[in-house]
């Protein structure tokens, strides 16, 4: 029933009156708290903190970019760097799949109310202007009620200088879920599912492209390949864990 009142509190953010009827639990423990994180299940999490950066070489030329698109993107990456917080396992992964298929959006606030204590992540998103979160589609979003990256994406923006664009990226085909599928499979899976509109606004910005879990980064690559038509000047990936 907590669980129903969380998301409840999340599509509707009346004030917080709210709060005495449905009051804010701990995404880990479920005791009542009002930072949706509590101060044990807080160290439990700083256990598991790892705040990895994987850098990445710059696009290569005209010519390789082609070749690479005709063997199905290879390892070739789109973006310049990948900064994850956990890595996708044990208490991480448990929480993430409870987040993202277990109807329980209220979790965002978990994670998010962690990442504010912590300045070492700010200082390595800060360079960023502008932050996209990876789209869903709409069948998936009908289904699910939200998208799990863009709750994410929306919290930090709101508590940062980034600003939140919704409407460049869009997810147009709604195909096999990526977890299902080996790499290989994953490549071809993905191709050709996101469309870019409104490429102005995103023309000259430092993106910071925000996914739930980096697994094979096929989801993220395309999504920045397609991202690349905007021209921007960078791309950074965040996702909150690695596989």
């Known amino acids: ?33 009002e930072n949706f994180l509590c101060k044990r299940c807080e160290k439990i ?11 990445y070489k710059n696009i290569k030329r005209k010519k390789e970019r ?15 760097e990948h900064l994850y917080i956990f890595l996708y396992q044990g208490i991480i992964r448990r929480i993430i799949l409870k987040y993202k298929f277990q109807e329980e959006s209220y979790l965002y606030k978990t994670f998010v109310n962690f990442l504010l204590k912590n ?32 709750l994410v994406a929306k919290e930090i923006a709101y508590n940062s200088n980034l600003i939140l664009e919704t409407e460049c990226l869009y997810k147009i085909k709604n ?3 990526q977890s299902k599928l080996n790499k290989e499979e994953r490549l071809k899976n993905i191709q050709g599912v ?7 606004k995103l023309y000259k ?8 879990i980096f697994t094979t980064g096929s989801t993220v690559n395309e999504c920045a390949r397609v991202l690349r038509k905007a ?6 990936v965040f996702t909150l864990a690695k596989d």
């Open 119 to 150: 300045e070492n992540f700010f200082e390595k998103i800060e360079k960023y202007d502008t932050i996209v979160p990876v789209p869903i589609s709409k069948k998936r979003q009908k289904t699910r009620g939200y998208n799990q990256s863009e």
């Open 175 to 177: 195909i096999v879920e």
């Open 45 to 55: 999490l700083e256990s598991e903190v790892v705040f990895g950066l994987d850098k």
């Open 194 to 200: 996101y469309k870019l509109v409104n490429k102005e």
């Open 231 to 236: 021209q921007p000047k960078e791309i950074g």
């Open 66 to 80: 082609k070749e690479n698109i005709k063997n199905n993107f290879n390892d070739k990456k789109y973006f310049n």
């Open 205 to 212: 910005k430092k993106i910071l492209l925000l996914d739930d």
């Open 1 to 33: 029933m907590i669980e129903k009142f969380n998301k409840v509190r999340q599509k509707f953010p009346v004030p917080k009156i709210l709060n005495l009827i449905y009051p804010p639990t701990c995404g880990i423990c479920g005791k009542l708290n």
